[in-house]
């Protein structure tokens, strides 16, 4: 379970470091023309369940891989979505970043989360965001901070055959090691 919360964390930092670093960059003409849609292509409506998460270190998507231990489900509406994924948060994880029992218990509370019999925590977690389908690919965007109203958007290419989907995020920054590729396949449930 350390595994997958490292790798959401992993994701979420990774994807953040890359697409900040790139908003000081012109925006392409193929981001921009997905962005300024007014309709979306229909074909994701419903509920998919993530069949892998592979990364790469290079924009190219290929060589040395990762294949990310991650379950969980996207359902996909008219212009929005949401990403929803079932947590097991170990105490003893916890334990060794200085948590007591009682700081764990109430921290698993606050995230509407139920403990189970040994004591680490169950929760289901979801994530809203907006998306952006078109000929043009595929654009997800969360809100970083809807007070200042800032956003941060990912986008890729996006295939779908036969009840999968295969979407290629790939990013490339001007510090080391902030470069990289994601490939996500979907199954429609």
């Not at 919360?5 to 979420?12: A, E, F, H, W």
């Not at 212009?79 to 700081?103: C, H, I, P, W």
């Not at 040994?118 to 970083?144: A, P, Q, V």
Request: glycine share 6%; proline share 1%; charged share 20%.
């Amino acid at each position: 379970m350390k595994t997958k919360v490292s790798i959401l964390l992993l994701l979420t930092l990774i994807f953040t470091t890359g697409c900040e670093d790139n908003f000081s960059k012109p925006t392409p003409e193929w981001v921009d023309k997905i962005l300024s849609r007014t309709t979306n292509n229909s074909s994701l409506v419903g509920t998919w369940s993530y069949s892998s998460i592979v990364s790469y270190d290079n924009t190219n998507c290929s060589g040395e891989s990762e294949l990310s231990d991650y379950s969980g489900t996207v359902t996909y509406g008219e212009m929005d979505a949401v990403r929803t994924e079932n947590l097991l948060l170990t105490f003893s994880d916890f334990q060794q970043k200085g948590y007591s029992e009682n700081t764990f218990q109430e921290m698993c509370s606050q995230k509407n989360g139920s403990l189970n019999t040994s004591g680490d925590c169950e929760l289901m977690w979801g994530t809203h965001f907006e998306y952006y389908l078109t000929e043009d690919g595929y654009c997800e965007t969360y809100s970083k901070d809807s007070s200042k109203e800032k956003f941060i958007t990912f986008c890729g290419s996006l295939t779908q055959l036969d009840g999968l989907t295969e979407i290629i995020f790939s990013w490339d920054s001007d510090k080391t090691d902030n470069s990289g590729c994601k490939i996500v396949e979907l199954t429609i449930q």
